[in-house]
């Protein structure tokens, strides 16, 4: 099975920055999707970041209007992780991140539904931005 970990939350102040990593234990899927979510309390868990990738020349990358321009997604495929930059967070950026992870058969152009359940999902990572 695969499992995710994420790791690099932590309190910051507003205009601060944060890494987020997500190792995986292997890498069963040649192309896949893995993708970055976060839940606030009392909100429905939302869409960050996504990243596919279906060889060393196949690359996308998507982002939430919310986090363009502040958050990177990428991958270091000889350590099967996942990060996610973020910069110039905001208070509104706190939540409980998550990474997951789905295979892709056919390319559509973006990732298949948060909801798929097909998605390996991490334990995830608290984010706390304050003022």
């Known amino acids: 099975q695969v499992q995710l970990v994420e790791s690099g939350g932590g309190s910051v102040q507003a205009g601060g920055s944060l890494r987020l990593s997500c190792a995986s234990s292997g890498r069963p899927y040649n192309t896949y999707c893995m993708a970055w979510f976060r839940q606030a309390p009392g909100k429905e868990r939302e869409g960050v970041a996504e990243?596919?990738?279906?060889?060393?020349?196949?690359?996308?990358?998507n982002y939430a209007d919310s986090v363009k321009g502040r958050f990177t997604i990428s991958q270091d495929n000889a350590k099967n992780t996942l990060f996610l930059q973020m910069n110039i967070l905001k208070p509104e950026d706190t939540a409980m991140y998550y990474c997951?992870?789905?295979?892709?058969?056919?390319?559509?152009?973006?990732?298949?539904?948060?909801?798929?359940?097909?998605?390996?999902w991490g334990q995830g990572t608290q984010v706390t931005v304050s003022s």
């Open positions: 997951a992870l789905i295979p892709v058969v056919t390319w559509v152009g973006s990732c298949p539904h948060p909801l798929a359940r097909a998605w390996t």
């Open positions: 990243y596919f990738t279906g060889g060393s020349s196949t690359y996308y990358a």
